[in-house]
């Protein structure tokens, strides 16, 4: 003790310079967004690697689970292609030459559950060709969409995060809506906009809609837990379980839509009268 109390008092400027240092860099990242976003990628690349060690270590210890959860992903994988294979000429249509999403394997190295607006990091990032506002799924239903990239992680806005819209609709009658996350919990969420004739039962299925080139439509979203009657006869609410369970995510899938930059080219202009 006595020689850390001499070590601080003869380097005490030098902390104290620090100290200020971090703070100036943190309080400038917190209220510029170029600031921000400089910081992050001088600094992502560097935290990344410390929560993929942290990350590592732990999937020693969860090789059991992280097993079970591969076969049964092989066992949906072979259903498909079973469901898929045309008996008559004995031709696998698994994949779409004309598809326009594919799939770009990640390992979660982070994850937070637990507060208003949570993030996810992953082992991925520029260089696999991860960018910004990448959709991102589980084995099981959608997770979020990617906010920031670096050379080699990025971070994704989780569905758990009060400015998280996500367009849903209800598998059995096709009826839009817009999910958020006002539970504060991790397993369910809240579809809003819906209209009070339209008739829901527990257990309904929720998937993703067809008006977002971020995710492909007929994604696992959740189940309907509870329909929730607006009191003054307005649009209704529904409280719905998560298909993809945060608290146990290790594995996910980054959605890339080939057609983005024709998409994001296309401008809306007023024809010359």
């Not at 991860?130 to 050379?151: L, Q, R, W, Y």
């Not at 929730?228 to 996910?252: C, E, H």
């Amino acid at each position: 003790m006595y020689n850390l109390i001499r070590f601080i008092q003869k380097h005490f400027f030098i902390i104290l310079f620090l100290i200020i240092e971090v703070g100036c860099v943190i309080l400038l990242a917190s209220s510029l967004s170029f600031h921000r976003q400089v910081v992050f990628n001088l600094t992502n690349d560097a935290v990344g690697w410390v929560y993929k060690i942290g990350s590592d270590v732990g999937d020693y210890f969860r090789l059991k689970q992280t097993n079970k959860q591969l076969a049964e992903e092989n066992a949906r994988l072979r259903e498909r292609l079973t469901y898929e294979t045309d008996t008559s000429n004995k031709k696998l249509h698994v994949l779409d030459s004309n598809c326009i999403y594919r799939f770009i394997p990640a390992k979660v190295v982070n994850n937070s559950i637990n507060q208003s607006n949570n993030y996810i990091t992953i082992n991925k990032g520029r260089i696999d060709g991860i960018e910004k506002d990448m959709g991102v799924i589980s084995t099981d239903g959608i997770v979020g969409i990617v906010a920031d990239v670096s050379n080699h992680y990025a971070t994704i806005i989780s569905l758990l995060h009060s400015y998280s819209v996500t367009s849903v609709r209800f598998k059995d009658n096709q009826h839009l809506a817009n999910l958020k996350w006002k539970t504060h919990n991790f397993r369910y969420g809240t579809v809003e906009d819906i209209p009070t004739h339209l008739t829901l039962n527990k257990g309904d299925t929720v998937v993703t809609s067809s008006f977002s080139y971020i995710f492909p439509e007929d994604l696992m979203v959740g189940t309907i837990e509870e329909v929730l009657v607006s009191p003054t006869g307005d649009l209704n609410q529904a409280k719905i379980k998560f298909a993809t369970n945060f608290s146990t995510l290790r594995w996910v899938y980054v959605i890339q839509n080939t057609n983005k930059k024709e998409i994001d080219s296309l401008t809306f202009r007023l024809p010359k009268l």
